[in-house]
């Protein structure tokens, strides 16, 4: 008798977070991110000298990671690392980029399982990351995977990027996007590939409204 889910899987730069957050301001559910679940234990590890070999700590960190998802005053999440405030902080493309290595190490996806389990409250949760269908959820009543080309893909997250300041060249990020599409795609835990009865979305030439739309639909057809 669980609540009821909603997995949205995806690679990176698909609109996955923002749709989801969407979804789930709409219908009033719960809301996990589970990247950023990865993205804080590269910066707790960064943080505890915690090199990407050491798979017992890792291990032992994913399962301990001291988190908190609270609501700041403008009711944005803001999320906490062991006291700290570590919103911005988690979104870079290095932490990015590291958490998907530890992302492939199957003790490391071990420890975050029941973490994210947990996240299951009535009265609903949406989901999003790469596995939340396949391997976190499997029982979810709505599995969407949502992509779209990865020219789309880097030029949304260049407009973000560009928005902080950074300064990063397009091309540059085509190819880090197809890097970790691949690494992603084809490591042996829990690879990046939609759900059986997954809703395969490609919103390459949509608006973000338009696939909350689709999802929405979905959504009341299952209630
Ligand atoms: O979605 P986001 O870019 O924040 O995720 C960071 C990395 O964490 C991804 O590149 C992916 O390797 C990993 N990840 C994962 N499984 C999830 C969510 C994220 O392997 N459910």
Redesign the pocket.
């Known amino acids: 008798n669980q609540a009821p889910v909603i997995t949205i899987?995806g690679p990176?730069g698909a609109g996955?977070?923002t749709v989801s957050q969407l979804v789930a301001e709409k219908l009033g559910w719960h809301l996990l991110?589970?990247?950023?679940?990865?993205?804080l234990l590269a910066l707790a590890a960064s943080h505890h000298g915690i090199e990407t070999d050491d798979v017992e700590a890792l291990k032992v960190l994913a399962e301990h990671l001291d988190i908190q998802f609270q609501q700041a005053d403008d009711n944005a999440i803001e999320i906490v690392l062991e006291g700290e405030v570590v919103t911005q902080a988690i979104r870079t493309e290095i932490i990015?980029n590291q958490?998907?290595k530890l992302?492939?190490i199957p003790s490391v996806?071990e420890g975050l399982l029941l973490r994210q389990r947990a996240f299951v409250q009535e009265p609903g949760l949406v989901a999003?990351?790469?596995?939340?269908g396949t391997v976190?959820f499997p029982e979810a009543s709505i599995k969407v995977f949502l992509t779209a080309s990865p020219e789309e893909r880097a030029q949304r997250r260049l407009m973000q990027l560009q928005q902080k300041g950074d300064e990063v060249k397009l091309d540059e990020l085509v190819k880090t996007i197809k890097e970790?599409d691949e690494?992603?795609a084809n490591r042996p835990v829990?690879p990046?590939v939609p759900a059986v009865g997954a809703l395969v979305i490609d919103s390459t030439d949509m608006t973000i409204d338009q696939v909350v739309d689709v999802i929405m639909v979905e959504a009341a057809k299952a209630s």
């Open positions: 899987d990176s996955k977070g991110d589970s990247g950023a679940l990865y993205r990015g958490a998907s992302a492939a996806r999003d990351g790469r596995d939340m976190v970790r690494r992603d829990a990046l």
